[in-house]
């Protein structure tokens, strides 16, 4: 999601489309936020 997001940011400064400029920082911020917040927890439990 980070690299179609960095992709899409590239492709709307290039061709001077605003919507591929802010779909691309969206999927970015999204994809940075789903790396470092982990889903379900991070506490592992062994029993």
């Known amino acids: 999601m980070i690299v179609l997001g960095l ?3 590239i492709l709307g400064l ?3 489309e605003s919507i591929l400029t802010t ?3 969206i999927l ?3 994809g940075l936020v789903l790396n470092f917040v982990p ?3 991070s506490a592992r ?3």
Do not use: Q, S
Request: proline content about 0%.
């Open 14 to 16: 290039v061709l001077a």
């Open 39 to 41: 889903i379900g927890g």
């Open 28 to 30: 970015l911020v999204v």
């Open 23 to 25: 779909i691309g920082i």
């Open 45 to 47: 439990r062994v029993w």
């Open 7 to 9: 992709i899409l940011l």
